[in-house]
């Protein structure tokens, strides 16, 4: 299941692409979930938001005040992973394109051969990343946070909340669950905190800073923090 978005100020050309990409869809036998939006302004606010929630976003870039390519500047500023494409009836700009990594840059109508193209890099991208990202769902949706960004996490009973830099996330799960799926680059500081060690400001006692943050450091896990953080200090 795709989760895509579709920024243009023309709401005809944003049901046009959205049956496209529904064509492109079942031809390959897969979902799509789409989110439209009308102006570059309007999808950066809800981009802050909902971090995580879209796996691509196509953009036109003749927009109103802030065009498509300004508005991809700007999502690459929120999220390096997030993909993206073009679709627009101008070629003026193919070539800044590459400068926010796009996977494709379509003219308008984008033919059939060349929305799969799109969809096919998009897939490859996301089995390249693999255990760069962690997932999880919290209700029906399906979250998409890259490691680096995330600080640590924390549980409560049943609940783990998941603390990025843009955001927390809080699904159903257990700690030592997601400590083995994180897998290294991730230190266990007490029996409710997992942090990324490269997150880590200083120790001090029995805390640790995150930021400003201070999170406990329990007796039981002290000494295998402490040459975590040793090892990732080196590493650096």
């Known amino acids: 299941m795709l989760r895509i978005g579709i920024c243009d100020d023309s709401a005809d050309a944003r049901i046009a692409l959205r049956a496209a990409l529904e064509r492109a869809l079942d031809r390959r ?3 799509g979930t789409f989110f439209e939006f009308s102006s570059g302004e309007g999808f950066l606010r809800w981009l802050k938001n909902h971090a995580g929630e879209l796996d691509m976003v196509f953009l036109d870039i003749e927009m109103g005040e802030l065009n498509g390519m300004e508005t991809a500047r700007r999502i690459r500023e929120a999220d390096g992973d997030l993909l993206l494409a073009f679709v627009t009836g101008y070629t003026d700009y193919v070539f800044d394109g590459y400068s926010v990594g796009a996977l494709g840059y379509l003219m308008k109508p984008p033919k059939p051969d060349q ?3 799109v969809l096919d890099r998009a897939a490859e991208a996301r089995l390249r990343e693999g255990d760069k990202v962690f ?3 919290s209700g029906e949706t399906m979250y998409r946070i890259p490691k680096k960004s995330i600080l ?3 549980s409560d009973r049943r609940q783990v909340s998941c603390v990025s830099a843009a955001r927390t996330y809080t699904f159903y799960g257990k700690l030592d669950e997601v400590e083995r ?3 290294d680059g991730f ?10 060690a490269g997150a880590v400001d200083r120790m001090e006692g029995g805390q640790l800073f995150v930021g400003e943050e201070a999170l406990p450091v329990s007796r039981a896990h002290r000494s295998a923090a402490l040459a975590a953080l040793a090892r990732t200090a080196l590493e650096d």
């Open 181 to 183: 799926v994180v897998g």
């Open 187 to 196: 230190v266990r500081i007490h029996q409710r905190y997992l942090v990324r």
């Open 29 to 31: 036998r897969g979902e």
């Open 115 to 117: 929305l799969d193209s």
């Open 152 to 154: 640590y996490f924390t």
């Open 135 to 137: 997932l999880c769902r």
